[in-house]
């Protein structure tokens, strides 16, 4: 019985595709059923306001955020005849794992085109070199994309599904398969060409001072919550760090350029929230920056006036490098009520060693452990797809990791992916030691690294501690070593190390000190083994 203050509303799959009007069998490959959609609208019930919405959702637990840039949709090795066949490869079988939140990227390599059905940027349907089985082209006329596909696999499974834009991808500066029309059509939006590039960022960065390029962006962002059923939208702007003139010329944005972004987040917010208020339930909105709120006012984007704002649900700090202790990101998070999720990227640290030490289970447990013990609220792992992967079930549970043996980094990125940006200066505050950039001491010198560990040995008497040193070579004396200032033995260890065990006594969470002075001229690299 249908009272007087309701309405329903039905809504049949008809399977039959564009031109040439092709009916689909039933037994088709795509998935397609002739299904039946029903909706209640009530009249008598008023819709929640958005803040009561976002409230709720941000109070939501997130464990793992799993950020997948769909590499799997657009270079695929093999043909993908079904829209499904795609979710295997990555998303499918995090199902069930410490995965709360599909975190699905469409951006394509670029700026306005995108691996999703669209009527205001441009669709990715390249199929040349390494695309040549990119999947829009079919789906596309099907009236489906990846986005859909992975929307409604999250609805089954009980996750969330963000989709997140990549404010400036310019991957396309390598790759001209990528270059969208607009480029193309707009040389002036660029930072520059191929053969006259920026000081800073790379020539393909498009331009935000211009009121095409925001405008463009913003109504890229409303069409995806109309007609996509998401949980909420990252905006990366990792990817990448260069959004003005000013930025790509080596000069710091100001008030000018801020208000500019901050405008435009503000009109994001306005169109989230009014699709909140058509479908009745939150959207949330994420932005992804680097872990430092002077830095980011120096390339233009006013954080910290966004989260004082209320514009922000998510605060997603951590990208090409880190400069910043996870705590500093989690003060600013909580000052202003919103939730924080710690990025762990991969490591691009070249030394062959080095970048597989970093990339190791060990050196992720280490790393998820220290932001949980820093007050970080979930964990977004980017660039890391392998599905049969122990980290889906291991880096959302805290008390498991405990248990597990790690290793911690001086530094796990350094500073090597940050010299081609705009320079952070005083805002790094992380140690950029690497193989990749070793420092060399002089006899009698002394440098201290801070290492932040989230383990507690005093409680975990199974586990036990290594402080190690990678040296230029291991000849001769070991050095003077510290630990937050008590004299420590280290010993010629494997390969190019001096080691020695540290007290469990004096492994707790929190910030460490390992002090080193040379006897002889040295060079050093910093980690420590449980």
Request: glycine share 8%.
């Amino acid at each position: 019985e249908i009272s007087a203050n309701e309405t329903w509303i039905t809504v049949a799959e008809w399977m039959q595709t564009n031109a040439p009007l092709r009916i689909i069998p039933p037994d088709n490959p795509w998935g397609a059923n002739n299904r039946v959609y029903a909706a209640r609208i009530r009249f008598d019930q008023k819709s929640p306001a958005p803040e009561t919405l976002r409230a709720a959702a941000r109070a939501k637990p997130r464990r793992l955020l799993f950020n997948d840039d769909g590499g799997e949709t657009r270079v695929p090795t093999e043909p993908l005849p079904r829209p499904t066949d795609f979710l295997p490869k990555r998303i499918a079988p995090l199902a069930g794992t410490h995965v709360d939140t599909i975190v699905f990227d469409t951006s394509s390599g670029t700026f306005g085109r995108v691996a999703h059905r669209t009527a205001v940027g441009e669709m990715f349907f390249q199929r040349e070199g390494r695309y040549q089985h990119n999947i829009l082209p079919d789906l596309a006329p099907l009236g489906t994309d990846s986005l859909r596909v992975a929307s409604e696999h999250a609805r089954k499974t009980g996750q969330e599904i963000f989709w997140t834009m990549r404010m400036n991808d310019t991957h396309d500066a390598s790759n001209p398969l990528l270059i969208p029309k607009l480029k193309v059509d707009h040389p002036d939006w660029l930072m520059g060409t191929k053969a006259q590039p920026p000081k800073r960022g790379t020539w393909s960065a498009i331009d935000f001072g211009r009121p095409e390029v925001r405008s463009l962006a913003r109504r890229m962002i409303a069409e995806v919550v109309t007609h996509y059923d998401l949980d909420g939208v990252t905006l990366d702007f990792w990817r990448h760090p260069v959004f003005f003139r000013k930025t790509s010329l080596e000069q710091p944005c100001g008030d000018e350029e801020r208000e500019l972004m901050s405008a435009l987040i503000r009109d994001i917010r306005a169109d989230l929230d009014a699709a909140m208020r058509r479908h009745g339930r939150a959207i949330t909105l994420a932005v992804k920056v680097p872990d430092s709120v002077g830095y980011c006012r120096e390339i233009g984007l006013d954080v910290g006036k966004w989260l004082a704002d209320g514009l922000v649900d998510f605060l997603v700090p951590g990208g090409y490098f880190q400069l910043t202790q996870w705590s500093e990101s989690v003060a600013l998070a909580r000052q202003h009520g919103v939730k924080i999720h710690a990025s762990l990227p991969e490591s691009r640290v070249r030394d062959v060693a080095g970048k597989a030490g970093r990339a190791s289970i060990e050196s992720l447990r280490g790393r998820a452990l220290a932001a949980w013990a820093a007050g970080v609220d979930g964990i977004e792992m980017f660039n890391h797809f392998d599905p049969k992967s122990p980290l889906w079930r291991e880096l959302g549970d805290p008390a498991l990791l405990r248990t597990l043996p790690k290793t911690y980094f001086a530094s796990v990125q350094g500073a090597s992916n940050s010299r081609g940006y705009y320079p952070a200066g005083a805002n790094f505050k992380l140690p950029k030691l690497t193989p990749d950039a070793p420092e060399t001491l002089t006899a009698g010198a002394s440098r201290t690294y801070e290492i932040y560990v989230g383990d507690d040995l005093r409680t975990q008497p199974k586990l036990g501690a290594r402080l190690s040193l990678r040296v230029a070579s291991a000849a001769g004396q070991p050095q003077g070593v510290s630990w937050d200032d008590a004299p420590m033995k280290v010993a010629v260890g494997e390969g190019k190390q001096w080691s020695g065990p540290l007290p469990s006594s004096r492994v707790t969470p929190g910030l460490h000190r390992v002090t080193i002075t040379a006897t002889d001229s040295i060079g050093t690299n910093v980690s420590r083994t449980f």
